[in-house]
């Protein structure tokens, strides 16, 4: 069987294609914005580790038998290989990671500070293996770009731009407005509300709002990035600023397509 090993002898470190490490570190990927977002979301990165653990062993098991394979994948990670021994108290192994997240899994008490340990154990672990995961692969654009962006229509009530960005914690939703494509930001959000009858605001379109007086970034062509665009080109080309940013992602082909948004965070 793929990726198996004789008894007694050291597994195989299975070569993943680039589609294949862009596949699985998405899917760790979403799964840890889950687990942010609400620590139920531990189990999706459960489900996500053995998705890839099924993947490198090739056949079907308990993530505890996954264990060997993905720490093949993961001594590609500097925060695995080299900071745990250079950072001890900051820095957990994966092998310590992965066994608070094996114990977890395998306990149905997921309640209180024990979900909190387990679930930010597990948070750690997709970083470290969404790193591993990218070691080899192109840093384009496309490549580390999330290309299924959450984003707002301009007739889309100011109401359900301000659910989102709760929910989510999102700083900026993407908006076409005009021809031009425009960031609602949080801080734009607040002030509209706090200038005007409130019921009436959240009952406006996002076009309706802007024209009576909220604040959105519009942004130039110039600024827009392409999927083929190096991650070094639009490093070189960005300025430090004050708060939060995101860039957009459109097709070069049809510039009203949202392809994709990147932040900082995915460069990081």
Request: proline content about 5%; charged content about 20%.
């Amino acid at each position: 069987m793929a990726g198996s090993a004789p008894s007694g002898a050291a597994p195989a470190v299975i070569d993943l294609q680039p589609r294949e490490r862009l596949f699985y570190r998405d899917r760790l990927r979403s799964a840890r914005y889950a687990a942010l977002e609400d620590a139920e979301g531990f189990e999706e990165i459960c489900f996500a580790l053995e998705a890839l653990g099924l993947r490198l062993l090739g056949k079907q098991e308990a993530l505890g038998l996954y264990r060997d394979q993905i720490a093949l994948q993961a001594n590609r990670a500097l925060v695995f290989s080299e900071l745990p021994g250079a950072f001890p108290l900051r820095f957990k192994s994966f092998g310590a990671l992965f066994s608070i997240v094996q114990a977890a899994r395998n306990d149905a008490m997921h309640t209180g500070s024990y979900a909190r340990h387990a679930t930010q154990a597990a948070i750690e672990l997709c970083i470290g293996l969404e790193e591993a995961l990218m070691a080899g692969v192109e840093r384009t654009v496309e490549n580390l770009m999330v290309s299924s962006p959450v984003a707002v229509e301009s007739w889309h009530p100011v109401a359900h731009a301000r659910q989102l960005m709760l929910m989510h914690s999102f700083s900026f939703l993407p908006v076409r407005l005009d021809g031009a494509w425009c960031l609602v930001s949080e801080l734009g959000l607040a002030k509209y509300l706090s200038e005007g009858p409130r019921k009436t605001r959240l009952c406006e379109s996002i076009a309706a709002a802007r024209s009576n007086g909220m604040q959105v970034r519009e942004i130039a062509p110039e600024e827009l990035l392409r999927a083929g665009m190096t991650v070094a080109d639009v490093l070189a080309g960005a300025q430090v600023q004050d708060g939060p940013m995101l860039w957009l992602v459109v097709d070069q082909r049809q510039p009203d397509h949202l392809a994709g948004v990147l932040s900082p965070f995915e460069l990081m």
